[in-house]
């Protein structure tokens, strides 16, 4: 069987027209002799609002009950999608993630796909159905339904590919393809025509939402193809694949940006041994993501300053959290909920000399101040003042030559 997953984001599926052209993309798949499956999304906007209507209800939602709210947006598009092809006389239903089932583990609204369970599908494509498969769901060994991570389609869409060894997997969006940075903010971004694993996944990870972080590690560590494209228009999109099918390694492959960071400053931390861990507990205990983290050396062996950036909407719980910390006493707090982080990214830079220095002058050129920086081997972050953000994307674009 040649297979083929098509995957269907938000906007891809935000109206009734909308989903009237991804019926027609589907159809001409299946002339050109596919066995499609379809991995939806919820129309745009209907997983926000469900999440804002689980805060109205309460601010203490049980995981597993959330889980059934959130992904309750995804039965719906499904079911337009199979419906819209019904119409134009193909043979097609809706796939509920307990309905295949897909079973996943770990954590409610951040689980991940363990397994697909192929019968049922196969004797669906058999029959010459076109099974619309209801992403970012599954269930796990209770029986519960879970969700898999905002923008978890991607994800559901990359394991059906897995599973079953579909020769495409196509992720329809609404850019025509990964970009070098975010086309909607950036006009000068240009569409990168091929991208590894790896240099996705870091940019994915930095900010660059077109792709789920999650999807790409499942991706790489499946061998999966992934293929990214516009259900708007037509033209070439993006191949997401492995590092040695790539011959032509820029220094730099795109500029990543975040602009819902904050920061936290405690002045005059008790300097001990087991310090940190005691001020990052509770925050891991409560979920919150701690990103970037930078110690000062005490000057007189006593005292130390600790600067760190979470999410913003985690800032109000961290505060809290650490003043009723009673492991740890320090003088003073200082927050600043107006700082985004700015990411270059590319296998390149392990070779090339001299990167860091022209990613820092470039800035400096700007008048913009890096606040906190961080480094991993393909890609360097620094944390600059809000304000500042999209004029050091643009400085950090040009400077790798990025626009040409
Ligand atoms: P979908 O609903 O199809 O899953 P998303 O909104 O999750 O789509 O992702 C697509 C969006 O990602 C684009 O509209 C674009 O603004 C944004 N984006 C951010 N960075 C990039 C990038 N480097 N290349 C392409 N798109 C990007
Ligand atoms: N509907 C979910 C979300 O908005 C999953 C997805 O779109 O991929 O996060
Ligand atoms: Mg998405």
Redesign the pocket.
Known sequence: MKIVVLKF????VGSTIRIKKVAEIIASYIKKKYKVIVAS?AM?GITNDLVKKAKEISNDFLADEYDVLVSAGEQMSCSLIAGRLNHLGYKSRSWLGWQIPILTSGAHSASRIQKINKKNIISYLKSGGIPIVAGFQGINSQNRITTIGR?G??ASAIMLAKFFNAEKCIIY???DG???????TISKARKIKIISYEEMLE?ASLG???MQPHSIQDARLNRVNIDVRSSFIKSSGTLITKRKNISNNKIIR?V?FTKNDAKVTLIGVKDKPGIAAAIFEPLYKNSINVDMVVQNISSNGKETDLTFTIKSEDLYKTERLLKKNKKISFRKIIVDNKVSKVSIVGVGMVTTPGVTYRMFNALAKKNINIIVISTSEIKISVLVNRKNINKAVSALHKEFNLEN
Do not use: E
Not at 178 to 184: E, G, M, S
């Open positions: 984001g938000g906007t891809s999304s745009s923008g389609t991607d969006t609404d850019v990964v970009y070098t940075t975010d086309p909607k940019m660059a939402k077109v795109g990543s």
